[in-house]
């Protein structure tokens, strides 16, 4: 069966929730730290359905899951990398494309069903 309309809504959903509950503890900052990051849920979600796009198509969704917890934290080092370097980028665009797609060109090999 092809699953890639399934895919990439588990692969956001595993990777968004597990960027909601470790960003805020990898970006310290003084203001609001004792809150979850709402924007860590949707950018999180949309990094996982980016990492898995390339090759949702041709995987079982047990591997779509794997490849979405596998994608949160490429997600979260691009972040902590971007503010280490005080790169500005305050929708976090590039965190989300960036180091998410070389991992779905990679998982779309390691992942697919044959």
Request: a neutral charge; aromatic letters at 16%; hydrophobic letters at 50%.
């Amino acid at each position: 069966a092809n699953f890639g309309f399934v895919n990439p809504i588990l692969s956001g959903a595993a990777s968004g929730s597990i960027s909601f509950f470790i960003k805020k503890y990898l970006m310290k900052s003084h203001i609001g730290n004792h809150i979850f990051d709402l924007r860590a849920l949707c950018n999180g979600f949309l990094a996982g359905a980016v990492g898995v796009s390339v090759g949702s198509g041709a995987m079982q969704p047990y591997y779509a899951v794997l490849a979405g917890i596998f994608t949160a934290p490429f997600y979260l080092f691009s972040c902590v990398m971007f503010r280490n370097f005080q790169v500005d980028d305050p929708m976090e665009n590039i965190h989300i494309y960036m180091l998410p797609v070389i991992w779905s060109t990679i998982n779309s090999v390691i992942f697919q069903e044959t």
